[in-house]
């Protein structure tokens, strides 16, 4: 499974911004979708999961401002950051599993793409 991630860019605070992840596997097919986040020298944050029915959590620090979602049709995974604050600057990675949990777990996630920038400045 190939993921290709797009969208990161500079914004500043308070802004928005959309992540999309294109997967070479059928979205519909994937039981498990998730973002994750990562600053240099720190550990992978999960950030946000969608299962295959749809079911969606979100780490403590994003609820409210951010919504994942997920296009059949197109194969492609996206999340909606509102609201954006200096610390939500991190490469954004996306990833995919097919195992019986969804949860912010980056060990239970087997396929990850290569990443996207963002960076919250003013």
């Known amino acids: 499974v190939q993921l290709v991630e797009s969208g990161g860019t500079s914004v500043q605070p308070g802004g928005s911004l959309r992540l999309s992840c294109a997967s070479s596997?059928?979205?519909?097919?994937?039981?498990?979708m998730a973002w994750f986040r990562q600053v240099p020298g720190k550990e992978r944050e999960g950030v946000a999961t969608i299962g295959n029915a749809r079911t969606t959590t979100y780490a403590d620090s994003v609820k409210g401002r951010f919504t994942i979602s997920k296009d059949d049709a197109r194969n492609t995974l996206s999340l909606q950051m509102n609201s954006l604050t200096p610390e939500d600057t991190a490469m954004y990675f996306c990833?995919?599993?097919?195992?019986?949990?969804?949860?912010?777990?980056?060990?239970?996630?087997?396929?990850w793409g290569q990443g996207t920038q963002v960076t919250v400045s003013s």
């Open positions: 596997q059928s979205t519909a097919m994937t039981y498990c």
């Open positions: 990833a995919a599993h097919d195992s019986l949990r969804c949860r912010l777990v980056s060990d239970d996630f087997r396929y």
